[in-house]
Structure formats: structure tokens, C-alpha cells
């Protein structure tokens, strides 16, 4: 069965500090898969996508992540976080069948 | 063009009402998502749809609950009787396919309905 993981329910950085945000999957055959975000009282946006071949995946606003097979892992980074990147932040896997993790809320520290 | 319309924003209801929630997809999108939110579950997969055919709902909490695609513009969930712990913002989202039997994965997601029943 597909499952996702974010194990940091909640993470608070300084502006202009790096970022990393975990994900672990577990799919049955090739994932495919996600990042997106959430502002408050909006629905989600895609951020991101892998589906194959490079392993690192630009995004917008300046988020990258990174496809790890041998560790089930979609890591989230950004190099140096802005104050507008508080948001939730969800990892997402599936093909036909998209299911979320839980999610990771990311707090700005002036 | 206009993104994933849902109806009604906010919705308050008492318990054992009828709920409906609207959804319109993006046109051309051939998947249809509704998902529950709340803080202590997040965001659940309800049910799916392709081409207007539910694909999988096994998400659907029980059988209160129940969703449609009558055409490809146009879907509803409905909570027949709601019930306090009904109350959650419920996502609608499209996306279109590339591969045949797989969607891009890009989800467009809707504003959500808040719904919260007394």
C-alpha cells in the first residue's frame, strides 16, 4: 500500500537560513512524486514533481528536492528561506491515486 | 481560464441535515479528487474520479457519505445525515492525464468548503 511520511509535524527557521524538509514514501513499483505547499486558508499548490531521471527536481520559488530510492526519501530543500515561505508543506506519492502525508507547518523566525 | 470552482465556501449546518458540496474542474481535466482536511487526520482521500468514473473510493468514511460525476463538469459529495464529526474543510482538485491510466500529478486544487455541522 502507498504511504507517506513527514515526520516533523512543525519547524521553525530564521530567514535567510537553509531548509530541509523530510519525506519518506512507500510505493509499490516507480513513484511518482510530490511537494506542495498550502497558505492559510487556500488550497494547495504544486511546488515540485519527479516522476523520473534526474534525481533532483527544481521547483518554484527556489525549492529543490531530492529522490533518494535506497532510502524511500523525497527531501525538501531550500538554501536560504524567506519570511513569504511560511506555509504547510505537504509530500505527496502516487500515480493515478495521490495521497498525502500529514504535512510539516514551517514557521519564519524574524 | 478558471481554476477549480467549489460551492459553497462555508457551509453550517446541525446535525442529521443534508450537506452537498459543488465541484467544477478545470475543463479539459479528465481526474477528479475530493479530499477531507482536518488538523487531527490532515488531508484523506476521499474518493476519485476518471472520465467521470469513480476509480477508487475507498476513502469514503461511510456509507453517510457518497460523490458524483454526472458529467465532466460537474461534481458533487454529499453527507446524508451529517454529523459533528463531518465537520472539515473538504478539497476538490482536477488534473489531466499523460500517460494513459496515470495523471501528471498535478493537482489543482479548489478553495475548499468548510463545512462545520452543530
Known amino acids: 500500500a502507498q504511504s507517506v511520511t513527514q515526520p516533523d509535524i512543525h519547524i521553525t527557521v530564521s530567514e535567510g537560513a537553509s531548509l530541509e524538509l523530510r519525506c519518506n514514501y512507500s510505493y509499490g513499483a516507480t513513484p511518482y512524486l510530490f511537494w506542495y505547499v498550502q497558505s492559510p486558508g487556500q488550497g494547495l499548490q504544486l511546488l515540485l514533481k519527479y516522476f523520473s531521471g534526474d534525481t533532483l527536481v527544481q521547483g518554484i520559488k527556489g525549492f529543490e528536492a531530492e529522490f533518494k530510492r535506497s532510502q524511500s526519501s523525497f527531501n525538501l530543500r531550500k538554501p536560504s528561506v524567506h519570511w513569504s515561505d511560511a506555509a504547510e508543506y505537504f509530500c505527496a506519492v502516487g500515480a493515478s491515486k495521490i495521497i498525502f502525508g500529514s504535512g510539516t507547518r514551517l514557521s519564519i523566525r524574524p | 481560464d478558471a481554476g477549480v470552482i467549489q460551492s459553497p465556501r462555508h457551509e453550517v449546518t446541525e446535525m442529521g441535515q443534508e450537506v452537498t458540496l459543488r465541484c467544477k474542474p478545470i475543463?479539459?481535466?479528465?481526474?477528479l479528487f475530493w479530499y477531507r482536511q482536518t488538523m487531527m487526520r490532515g488531508l484523506e482521500l476521499l474518493i476519485y474520479?476518471?472520465?467521470?468514473?469513480?476509480?477508487?473510493d475507498s476513502g469514503m468514511p461511510e456509507d453517510r457519505f457518497s460523490a458524483k460525476m454526472p458529467n465532466a463538469s460537474f461534481s458533487t459529495l454529499k453527507i446524508q445525515p451529517s454529523e459533528p464529526r463531518d465537520s472539515a474543510v473538504y478539497f476538490c482538485?482536477?488534473?489531466?492525464?499523460?500517460?494513459?491510466?496515470?495523471?501528471?500529478?498535478?493537482?489543482?486544487f479548489g478553495e475548499g468548503s468548510r463545512l462545520t455541522v452543530l
Open positions: 482538485a482536477s488534473s489531466s492525464s499523460h500517460v494513459i491510466g496515470q495523471n501528471t500529478g498535478e493537482l489543482f
Open positions: 475543463s479539459g481535466h479528465d481526474y
Open positions: 474520479f476518471n472520465n467521470n468514473v469513480p476509480i477508487d
